[in-house]
Nanobody
Framework: QVQLVESGGGLVRPGGSLRLSCVCE??????????MAWYRQAPGKERALVALVTSGGSTNYADGAKGRFTISMDNVKNTVYLQMNSLKAEDTAVYYC??????????????????WGQGTQVTVSS
């Protein structure tokens, strides 16, 4: 079973920092992951992209994340990180990890998955 496991959320004061991590776990070998991303969903709002990184290192950020957040991907560890600095109250949300086109090759067969993590709460409050 392939799954995404997130960690790093919590309560932080305005202006503080948090680092989110999301690892793609599988008992066998993951050949590749095309891209990984972080989305967030605040109460009463739709889920929205925060940042995305491809396996080649290209990144894309939502306007509100530019200059404050940094996304990175470790292709060996199949892990994506989101470093969040200068946090604001409006960053409060559940943050979800997404992995695009996880490729597994096993016993001569290939499987591809798009997965979501379970979400981790980030609360920015004094």
């Amino acid at each position: 079973q392939v799954q995404l496991v997130e960690s790093g959320g919590g309560l932080v004061r305005p202006g503080g920092s948090l680092r989110l991590s999301c690892v793609c776990e599988y008992s066998g070998n993951i050949r590749s992951i095309n891209a990984m991303a972080w989305y967030r969903q605040a109460p009463g709002k739709e889920r929205a992209l925060v940042a995305l990184v491809t396996s080649g290192g290209s990144t894309n950020y939502a306007d509100g994340a530019k200059g404050r957040f940094t996304i990175s991907m470790d292709n060996v560890k199949n892990t994506v990180y989101l470093q969040m600095n200068s946090l604001k109250a409006e960053d409060t949300a559940v943050y979800y990890c997404h992995a695009d086109r996880i490729t597994i090759v096993e016993n001569g067969a290939k499987w591809e998955y798009d997965l979501w993590g379970q979400g981790t709460q980030v609360t920015v409050s004094s």
